[in-house]
């Protein structure tokens, strides 16, 4: 179900709203910035999310193709979305982290489903051979 969420960094600097279905999954990846983050997140369209304080509390991190815009507040260092362009994935999206999610319940977040991603081998359409410890 389609539900209104709002979210934020840890000192609140950077604050957003996202209309998501927790219910239709979310991701897990284990390329390097994935992995190194323990990033858990579920992509929206651009007009599913908005951008309510913030925008120059960020700082922006790319690497790579540089296709992924991979922000983190100046302050606290928390990356609480990001956003890109893959033409593969259906273009332009936000990639919102669920632990940044302020009034989501835990029960929700349990329920989730995750899909995994082989990003470390640009094997991105398969499960890697071993998720454990993502």
């Given at each position: 179900?389609?539900?209104?969420?709002?979210?934020s960094c840890h000192c609140k600097a950077?604050?957003?709203?996202?209309?998501?279905?927790?219910?239709?999954?979310?991701?897990?990846?284990?390329?390097?910035?994935?992995?190194?983050?323990?990033?858990?997140?579920?992509?929206?369209?651009?007009?599913?999310?908005?951008?309510?304080?913030?925008?120059?509390?960020?700082?922006?991190?790319?690497?790579?193709?540089?296709?992924?815009?991979?922000?983190?507040?100046?302050?606290?260092?928390?990356?609480?979305?990001?956003?890109?362009?893959?033409?593969?994935?259906?273009g332009a999206f936000v990639s919102v982290?669920?632990?940044?999610?302020?009034?989501?319940?835990?029960e929700e977040l349990v329920s989730t489903?995750?899909?995994?991603?082989?990003?470390?081998?640009?094997?991105?359409?398969?499960?890697?051979?071993?998720?454990?410890?993502?």
């Open positions: 179900m389609l539900k209104t969420y709002t979210g950077v604050r957003f709203e996202v209309d998501l279905d927790l219910a239709a999954g979310s991701g897990r990846c284990n390329c390097s910035i994935c992995f190194k983050t323990r990033n858990w997140s579920a992509s929206v369209k651009p007009d599913a999310f908005r951008l309510l304080a913030g925008e120059d509390a960020q700082s922006d991190y790319q690497f790579g193709s540089n296709s992924i815009h991979n922000l983190f507040c100046k302050t606290c260092g928390v990356r609480s979305y990001g956003h890109g362009y893959l033409e593969q994935t259906g982290k669920l632990t940044c999610l302020d009034d989501v319940p835990p489903p995750v899909q995994y991603f082989d990003g470390l081998h640009n094997n991105w359409w398969n499960v890697p051979e071993e998720t454990r410890h993502l």
